[in-house]
């Protein structure tokens, strides 16, 4: 069973710069890849990027792309989103996933953690 705890939330400026960290225990290799996913007051919860525990290869939504930057730690078992250039629509509450797929798709993904808020004001 695998338990994500991310951390890392907080109250920035629009250009700010924030960095998200999601640990992982009792990770099984099966679970190949981290994704971070947000969801925004009254939006559906959304791809923002993920990345491959053993590949390290990263994909990210066009929205945030060259802004945000993946990265993972093995050796820690913890997973990082660097987020760039904040602006006011990045608001949400930003949520760690793994998955057994190399996927953008919320529904593939079986573990979540408990969230972390972030709020940009302009």
């Known amino acids: 069973q695998m338990q994500l705890v991310e951390s890392g939330g907080g109250l920035v400026q629009a250009g700010d710069s924030l960095t998200l960290s999601c640990a992982a225990s009792g990770r099984t290799p099966s679970y190949s890849t981290m994704a971070w996913f947000r969801q925004a007051p009254g939006k559906e919860r959304e791809f923002v990027s993920r990345?491959?525990?053993?590949?390290?290869?990263?994909y990210s939504a066009g929205s945030v792309k060259g802004r945000f930057t993946i990265s993972r730690d093995n050796a820690k078992n913890t997973v990082y989103l660097r987020m760039n250039s904040l602006t006011p629509e990045d608001t949400a509450v930003y949520y760690c996933a793994a998955g057994r797929w190399s996927t953008s798709n919320r529904n593939d993904y079986d573990y979540w953690g408990q969230g972390t808020q972030v709020t940009v004001s302009s």
């Open positions: 990345i491959g525990w053993s590949t390290g290869y990263t």
